[in-house]
């Protein structure tokens, strides 16, 4: 009976020593922050954050200069047909580019390209296949 209870005893013994272990704790930001590893990878990021954001800026500015010269041109015209499936009882839409009065009726456009005048016509058509409005350009 002695024998199993100092066995018994042991075994306990065993597995709370396991039980008392250390944990350690790895704090990642200073890690990076006071590492030369962690200084050189932060050192590289800011860099390479750096040249993208020139780059990104640089081709931001391209785009702006470039919709200004659109704009300035006034040679942008706006044709919806979103009546094609179905007819609306809105009598106008408000459109600051828009050609002529608001067609309510079912229709659809049609734009026709001219290579040899090198001129573009809009037409927009009801249902029948009718030119309701058209501009060239």
Same mark, same amino acid.
Request: charged residues 25%.
């Given at each position: 009976?002695?024998?199993?209870?100092?066995?018994?005893?042991?075994?306990?013994?065993?597995?709370?020593?396991?039980?008392?272990?250390?944990?350690?704790?790895?704090?990642?930001?200073?890690?990076?922050?006071? %590492?030369?590893?962690?200084?050189?990878?932060?050192?590289?990021?800011?860099?390479?954050?750096?040249?993208?954001?020139?780059?990104?800026?640089?081709?931001?500015?391209?785009?702006?200069?470039?919709?200004?010269?659109?704009?300035?041109?006034?040679?942008?015209?706006?044709? *919806? %047909? %979103?009546?094609?499936?179905?007819?609306? *009882?809105?009598?106008?839409?408000?459109?600051?580019?828009?050609?002529?009065? *608001?067609?309510?009726?079912?229709?659809?456009?049609?734009?026709?390209?001219?290579?040899? *005048?090198?001129?573009?016509?809009?037409?927009?058509?009801?249902?029948?296949?009718?030119?309701?409005?058209?501009?060239?350009?």
């Amino acid at each position: 009976m002695k024998k199993y209870l100092i066995i018994i005893f042991f075994i306990f013994n065993i597995f709370t020593i396991n039980a008392y272990s250390k944990i350690a704790y790895i704090d990642i930001k200073i890690i990076l922050n006071e %590492s030369n590893v962690g200084k050189s990878l932060n050192s590289h990021l800011k860099s390479l954050n750096l040249e993208y954001s020139k780059k990104y800026s640089k081709i931001e500015k391209d785009l702006l200069e470039k919709e200004k010269t659109l704009l300035a041109q006034k040679n942008i015209i706006e044709m *919806t %047909s %979103s009546s094609l499936n179905l007819a609306f *009882t809105n009598d106008e839409e408000a459109g600051p580019l828009r050609v002529g009065p *608001t067609f309510v009726q079912e229709n659809y456009g049609e734009i026709i390209l001219d290579k040899l *005048t090198n001129k573009m016509t809009v037409n927009l058509k009801d249902n029948q296949g009718q030119i309701i409005q058209s501009v060239e350009l």
